[in-house]
């Protein structure tokens, strides 16, 4: 699954973009030639991981020859990337080296993922989704947009995780479950029916918590 040679921008400053950046410095033809901020204009001031932090009203000025992906875990990034592409930024999927994708999946613009993950056959990655370290994902399984899966969790075959969930480390989902968009998956749950829009699961079997949420 390699690309094209790009010049790549990482949409935040906090420390999952600092890991973003080391995954990116193994992955072949990636050149990451800074950060973006969009809250604190004081960052921009400083450099981070020594490269420099460019304030994100700046970003038309580099939209023509760079691409971008965004590393915050929480699954409201959806505000970052809708304000980096009114600039005219173009994402681009980051796969590491050491993780297995099949060859009949596929994975959407802006997406993470991460060492030691597996993606089995004929599953389908959103836009804009992490997926952390060593987490599996079964076959015939489709992620939505802007989901985080952390690491370790297990998503069993023939799943659908609908738009913007989050689902904590060590999290098992079984096959066949349906999650809901915005709805949160405690780290370490364990899932075995589905789960409505907007709610927090956690236990074993997961059970719902909290409810009227819009995602983590």
Known sequence: MEQDQCTLLILGTRTFAIEVLDLASEIANVKVVGFVENMYPKKCHDLLGGLPVIWVDNLDKYAKDHVAVCALGTTFRSRFTNQAASYGIRFRSLVHPLARISARSTIGEGSIISVGAI???????????????????????????????????????????????YIGMGAVIIDNV???????????????????????????????????ISGK
């Open 119 to 165: 993606i089995a056959s004929h599953t389908q990655i959103g836009c804009h989704v992490i997926v952390n370290r060593g987490a599996l994902i079964g076959h015939h399984t489709k992620i939505g947009n802007y989901v985080t899966i952390g690491p370790g969790a297990n998503i069993a075959g023939s799943c659908t995780i609908n738009d913007a969930v």
């Open 178 to 212: 349906i999650i809901g968009s915005h709805a949160v998956i405690g780290a370490g749950s364990v899932v075995t029916e589905n789960v409505p829009d907007n709610v927090q699961v956690v236990g074993v079997p997961a059970k719902i918590v909290k409810e009227n």
